[in-house]
């Protein structure tokens, strides 16, 4: 445990020391954040924060990680995923090549299990859907580094802290600099990494319990909307509403929760901490029917 302590406060070291060298390297080549639109921040942010997280997580992964062979893989896949964020953040880059991308990595990280194939298809979609819920979510100072933070804390409680508390830890680092007022902004590369790594390696700790056989199909889709907490039930929602009112599903606009409550007047203080609050919620419930289902 004291070895876990030590590698969590070098990786919050690393997150909060090497934040302010990625956003040097995203002035330089203006790589930045032009505000505009739905975004509600003044003035150019760099956003290339994510680089640190990516970094940070490979070094784990080389020097400190538990021996594994999943997370070997899960680090290919992580650096797609990034790569193709950060990518995204310099060059737009085709949704339909990036979709493409998220979803071979999500198929990837999950050669080692042996699951039916309607459960292996779900969860392909359900990573591929984080992955990409992570990034849509990141739209107020914060929030998406405090949703990888509390999904990280309540995952190491089925599955073994030593994969999830260094990583939350680095969040923890650099949520200083995007927090509460944001000097850097994690770009595509870094949210869609946090999303990424949540979905994969909370399938790792869920299939390393033993107890998937027991469940079924449509009691994994469940736990899978409920595991993905507000991120993803909040991306639903928002798809949902577009094509109800008959435009198109993958247009941005303000009618996420977080821009709804804004506009209701909220601070972006309260805003965050409604969020936070409903995130845990969804994710007790759904650490609730995980136990329900495996009796």
Same mark, same amino acid.
């Given at each position: 445990? /004291?070895?876990?302590?030590?590698?969590?406060?070098?990786?919050?070291?690393?997150?909060?020391? *090497?934040?302010? $060298?990625?956003? #040097?390297?995203?002035?330089?080549?203006?790589?930045?954040?032009?505000p505009g639109g739905r975004k509600i921040h003044l003035?150019?942010?760099?956003?290339?924060?994510?680089?640190? $997280?990516? *970094?940070?997580?490979? /070094?784990?992964?080389l020097l400190c990680a538990p021996e594994s062979f999943?997370l070997k893989l899960l680090s290919i896949g992580a650096?797609?995923?990034?790569?193709?964020?950060?990518?995204?953040?310099? #060059? !737009?880059?085709?949704? #339909?090549? =990036?979709?493409?991308?998220?979803?071979?990595?999500?198929?990837?990280?999950?050669?080692?299990?042996? +699951? !039916?194939?309607?459960? =292996?298809?779900?969860?392909?979609?359900? %990573?591929?859907?984080?992955?990409?819920?992570?990034? %849509?979510?990141?739209?107020?100072?914060?929030?998406?580094?405090?949703?990888?933070?509390?999904?990280?804390?309540?995952?190491?409680?089925?599955?073994?802290? @030593?994969?999830?508390?260094? +990583?939350?830890?680095?969040?923890?680092?650099?949520?200083?600099?995007?927090?509460?007022?944001?000097?850097?902004?994690?770009?595509?590369?870094?949210?869609?990494?946090? &999303?990424?790594?949540?979905?994969?390696?909370?399938?790792?700790?869920?299939?390393?319990? &033993?107890?998937?056989?027991?469940?079924?199909?449509? @009691?994994?889709?469940?736990?899978?909307?409920?595991?993905?907490?507000?991120?993803?039930?909040?991306?639903?929602?928002? +798809?949902?509403?577009?094509?109800?009112?008959?435009?198109? !599903?993958?247009?941005?606009?303000?009618?996420?929760?977080?821009?709804? /409550?804004?506009?209701?007047?909220?601070?972006?203080?309260?805003?965050?901490?409604?969020?936070?609050?409903?995130?845990?919620?969804?994710? @007790?419930?759904?650490?609730?029917?995980?136990?329900?289902?495996?009796?």
């Amino acid at each position: 445990m /004291l070895r876990l302590i030590f590698i969590c406060i070098l990786m919050m070291g690393w997150g909060a020391g *090497m934040t302010p $060298l990625s956003m #040097k390297l995203s002035n330089r080549y203006r790589i930045l954040d032009v505000p505009g639109g739905r975004k509600i921040h003044l003035g150019n942010i760099p956003r290339g924060a994510g680089i640190v $997280l990516w *970094m940070g997580y490979l /070094l784990w992964i080389l020097l400190c990680a538990p021996e594994s062979f999943f997370l070997k893989l899960l680090s290919i896949g992580a650096t797609i995923v990034f790569l193709c964020g950060y990518w995204d953040d310099i #060059k !737009p880059l085709n949704p #339909k090549i =990036r979709l493409i991308l998220h979803l071979f990595a999500a198929t990837f990280v999950l050669l080692l299990f042996n +699951i !039916p194939f309607s459960h =292996r298809l779900l969860l392909i979609v359900w %990573i591929a859907g984080v992955t990409s819920a992570y990034n %849509i979510i990141d739209g107020l100072n914060g929030l998406c580094l405090f949703m990888f933070i509390i999904a990280a804390l309540m995952a190491s409680r089925f599955g073994p802290p @030593e994969i999830w508390w260094p +990583i939350a830890a680095a969040a923890v680092g650099v949520l200083h600099w995007n927090f509460p007022q944001a000097r850097t902004f994690l770009g595509d590369g870094g949210s869609t990494l946090l &999303g990424y790594l949540f979905a994969s390696q909370l399938i790792f700790s869920f299939y390393q319990s &033993g107890n998937y056989s027991r469940i079924s199909a449509s @009691e994994l889709a469940l736990l899978l909307l409920l595991w993905g907490g507000v991120p993803v039930v909040d991306t639903l929602a928002s +798809i949902l509403r577009r094509i109800i009112d008959g435009s198109s !599903p993958f247009m941005p606009d303000r009618g996420h929760l977080h821009h709804r /409550l804004l506009d209701r007047g909220l601070s972006s203080i309260a805003t965050l901490c409604i969020m936070a609050l409903l995130h845990w919620a969804l994710l @007790e419930l759904g650490m609730f029917f995980y136990g329900w289902f495996t009796l």
